[in-house]
């Protein structure tokens, strides 16, 4: 069955000013990678990219935004025509209170930079979930189990891909990743090392058994 998948990749940026931001060192490579299979299964995607210096693939719609507020209107606008939500993007949970429209002088600066929470994007869009399949992800150091599990419920998750980046083979910048797959009723998948492009096909054809659950039932 042919679905629309929604899929976010990549860091966000929160700018303290047009030159400096707080980021992280994700490079949009799992989610463009999920979003290339799931093309070449035949769905429709479209790709709400952070700041990556990836090519769009073939086929698939892409949004750029830059901050996690962006991001998040950015998926409220698509999440509208989408079956299944994908959250690769590793969103920052923090952005600095005072931005400045010029850039900051050394001698103003303040040692001290006051933080705001962002926005949960996530947590946002759960109550328009519907029948929709969310999946999220789950980086950790450490056994990413017992946070991915957390996570899975406190988001109101169907899947979450706990993702060790305790290596370099895997999770941030990678071209491998290392993952377990655990579903919301129970069912726990732990995968070898392999490639993202790889990893994304299977989370792909997940969903794609999932959906076909859903529909079996109805
Ligand atoms: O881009 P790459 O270099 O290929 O690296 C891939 C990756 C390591 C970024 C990716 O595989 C990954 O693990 N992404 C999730 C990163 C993360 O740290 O997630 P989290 O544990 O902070 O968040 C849990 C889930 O909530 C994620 O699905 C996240 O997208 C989502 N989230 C997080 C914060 C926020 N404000 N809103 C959210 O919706």
Known sequence: MRM?????????????????????????KMGFALAEAAVARGHDVTLVAGPVA??????????????????????QRHLVVADVLIMS???????????????????????????????DILGAVAPLKGARIFVGFAAETGDPLPE??????????????????????????ADTNRVTLLGSDGATETLPLMRKAEVAARIVA?????????????
């Open 148 to 173: 991915a599990r957390r996570k899975l419920v406190d988001k109101g998750l169907d899947l979450i891909v706990a993702n060790d980046v305790s290596q370099p083979d895997a999770g941030f910048a």
């Open 54 to 75: 990836l090519p769009t693939p073939a086929g698939v719609t892409r949004v750029d935004v830059v901050s996690a507020c962006e991001m998040l209107a950015a998926v």
């Open 89 to 119: 993007a590793a969103v920052a949970d923090w952005r600095p209170l005072v931005v400045s429209g010029s850039k900051l002088k050394k001698r103003t600066m303040p040692p001290v930079l006051e933080l705001i929470p962002n926005p």
């Open 4 to 28: 629309h998948f929604l899929v976010t990749a990549g860091p966000t940026r929160e700018h303290l000013d047009p030159i400096r931001f707080i980021s992280n060192c994700s490079t949009g």
């Open 206 to 218: 997940w969903v794609e058994a999932r959906c076909a659950l859903y529909l079996q039932d109805r």
